[in-house]
C-alpha cells in the first residue's frame, strides 16, 4: 500500500506511531502497509480518520480496477 506508506511518511508518522495510535503492535501495522496482511473495513476506517480521509480516498486504487 504504497499510498499509504507515502502518506504516512508526509505526515511525519512512523511505524510504531501509527501502530500506537490504532491500538495495534508495529509488526501488525507494518505488515498492512506491506500487503502481507488484510485489512478489515474497521481497521481502514481508523486508519484514514487518522489522515482526515475516507477509506476509499486511501484504499481505493482505479488504476489496480482497470
Do not use: H, S, V
Request: include cysteine; glycine fraction near 4%; aromatic fraction near 14%.
Amino acid at each position: 500500500m504504497k499510498k499509504l506508506k507515502d502518506l504516512r511518511k508526509k505526515m511525519g508518522f512512523t511505524c510504531a506511531q501509527m501502530a500506537e495510535k490504532l491500538n495495534m503492535c508495529t509488526a501488525y501495522y507494518w505488515q498492512i502497509e506491506n500487503n502481507q496482511r488484510g485489512l478489515y473495513y474497521q481497521t481502514a476506517k481508523k486508519i484514514a480518520a487518522i489522515f482526515n480521509l475516507k477509506p476509499d480516498d486511501l484504499f481505493f486504487d482505479e488504476e489496480e480496477m482497470q
